[in-house]
């Protein structure tokens, strides 16, 4: 059974840093598109940073130049560094990953961590 297991989230003040890690466990085969979506109260949930491959890297705009994603493949793992976080960055996080279980059928499914609360205080 495939696990998405999160950590890294807290409290910081505005102009602070926080990193994020999630680390994919269990029978894999392959892991495709991994990625960082967030969840603020009331608000939908939006895809805050995705990463293809090992450098084809995609940011929505208001994180772009602040956060960064990268995966080490070796350990199935997705990181998110965010410098320079502001009160709006406040949000539960979730990463995400597309796996593919069995070579013989090649069929991919998405999975999500647990989510881990960043809160950005002014």
């Known amino acids: 059974q495939v696990q998405l297991v999160e950590s890294g989230g807290g409290l910081v003040q505005a102009g602070g840093s926080l990193r994020l890690s999630c680390a994919a466990t269990?029978?894999?085969?392959?892991?495709?598109?991994m990625g960082w979506y967030r969840q603020a109260p009331g608000q939908q949930r939006e895809l805050v940073a995705s990463?293809?491959?090992?450098?084809?890297?995609n940011y929505e705009n208001s994180v772009k130049g602040r956060f960064t994603i990268s995966r080490d493949n070796a350990k199935n793992t997705v990181y998110l560094e965010m410098n320079s976080l502001k009160p709006e960055d406040t949000a539960v996080y979730y990463c995400?990953?597309?796996?593919?279980?069995?070579?013989?059928?090649?069929?991919?499914?998405?999975?999500w961590g647990q989510g881990t609360q960043v809160t950005v205080s002014s």
């Open positions: 269990g029978n894999i085969f392959r892991i495709n598109v």
């Open positions: 995400q990953a597309d796996i593919i279980l069995d070579s013989r059928n090649g069929l991919q499914f998405r999975y």
């Open positions: 990463i293809a491959g090992s450098t084809n890297t």
